[in-house]
């Protein structure tokens, strides 16, 4: 537990390490922004002199054993994730460790035994859980209104989203992958959260890469770098199995000449009633007076944001020993299914989960 404010340092200082300095200096009553590092040390001095974060490291090493720093925020690209939340926990902080988890499983089943090996926080940085419209959904399924949800299916596409095309976002050993790793990891993990967790047993899967080679499809997130190189998938779609019979289909794209209207999508089918989340509106719906009976739900319009809601909840968890609801093992668990659909992908066969490791 900590006492006082908890002082925070970030790892890069990038767009997502920018978002983080921006929604914890709105909290001055719990944290305090007290250190920053980036390979390039300039975009950190900028963060710094905005936030007026007190001191900038050099090293992630130097910000990981840094004396005041008591909790760490990961904002780097996914290829550094495990070796610096590692680091980090074996120095005693506290983690919010930006999504993905980890590159793959074998990485993110490291930063599980780092944080099985501790009484610290380490906790994955899924805002969508922290959305109202999904934060309401559960709360419903939560007092069982939905029944046993048997199947969902969930899904992103973009028709022109690839990211920085060239950068780290779209070269594999950097990135772990394309569009699955990159927004159908919070897909997945929103998914299985709203679905209790369930434990995946099976997937089957398909990956295709038909814009991103051909330099089309490029979004406007990212500098391109027309001298790197393309080699994840641009679609992914999958089928996942869980112990207790019930499936998940999943359905990802950077880009693809498909409508792309009311993305990104989850729609949970129960025994006694369903919910369906579009964007940023949702519906519950079921059946009542022998007809199809529905209610919208709605963002509150004084709604303080998911990110702002995410940030608490860390800090939360820090101060009254918690573990965080996107803990190591659901960020162990999505990066393993993403793993099972590059394999499916790749022998055309159907991928048992090995959970006896
Ligand atoms: N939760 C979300 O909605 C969300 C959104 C965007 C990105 N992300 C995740 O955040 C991470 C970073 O993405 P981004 O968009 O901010 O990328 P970015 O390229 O904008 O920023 C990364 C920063 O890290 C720095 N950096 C790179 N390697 C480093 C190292 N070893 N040590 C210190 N600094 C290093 C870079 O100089 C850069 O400033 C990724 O894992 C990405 O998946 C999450």
Not at 208 to 232: H, L, Q, R
Request: with cysteine; aromatic share 8%.
């Amino acid at each position: 537990m900590s006492e006082g404010k908890v002082k925070l340092g970030i790892i890069g200082a990038g767009n997502i390490g920018g978002v983080h300095a921006s929604q914890f200096s709105k909290l001055q009553e719990l944290c305090e922004l007290t250190a920053i590092t980036d390979v390039y040390r300039p975009q950190a001095e900028r963060r710094a002199a905005k936030y007026g974060i007190k001191h900038v490291l050099d090293t992630p090493e130097a910000l990981v054993q840094h004396q005041e720093v008591e909790a760490v925020i990961i904002g780097v690209p996914n290829q550094y994730h495990a070796e610096l939340a590692v680091k980090a926990l074996e120095a005693g902080k506290h983690v919010l460790l930006e999504k993905p988890m980890a590159l793959n499983g074998e990485e993110a089943r490291k930063i599980y035994e780092a944080a099985n090996q501790t009484d610290k926080v380490l906790m994955v940085s899924h805002q969508m859980r922290f959305e109202s419209v999904p934060m309401q959904m559960k709360a419903q399924i939560d007092r069982g209104e939905l029944g046993r949800i048997y199947t969902a299916k969930t899904g992103w596409y973009r028709r022109k989203g690839i990211p920085g095309w060239g950068t780290w976002f779209t070269r594999m050993n950097e990135s772990g992958g394309g569009p699955l790793i990159d927004i159908g990891v919070h897909m997945l993990d929103l998914a299985l959260y709203l679905m209790g967790n369930p434990k995946p047993v099976s997937v089957y899967g398909a990956t295709y890469a038909e814009f991103g080679p051909k330099k089309k499809g490029i979004g406007t997130w990212g500098k391109p770098n027309w001298s790197g190189a393309f080699d994840v998938e641009d679609l992914a779609t999958a089928l996942i199995k869980m112990e207790d019979g019930s499936s998940l289909s999943l359905e990802v794209s950077w880009a693809v000449h498909m409508d792309t209207d009311n993305h990104p999508f989850i729609h949970l089918m129960g025994t006694e009633g369903g919910a369906s989340y579009r964007g940023p509106k949702g519906k519950l719906l079921t059946e009542k007076f022998d007809r199809p009976f529905e209610v919208d739900i709605m963002k509150p319009e004084d709604d303080e944001g998911e990110r702002l809601r995410l940030s608490r909840h860390f800090l939360a968890c820090i101060m009254e020993g918690k573990e965080p609801i996107s803990s190591a093992l659901t960020g162990l668990t999505n990066n393993m299914i993403i793993d099972a659909i590059y394999e499916s992908s790749r022998t055309g066969n159907e991928v048992k989960l090995d959970w006896n490791r």
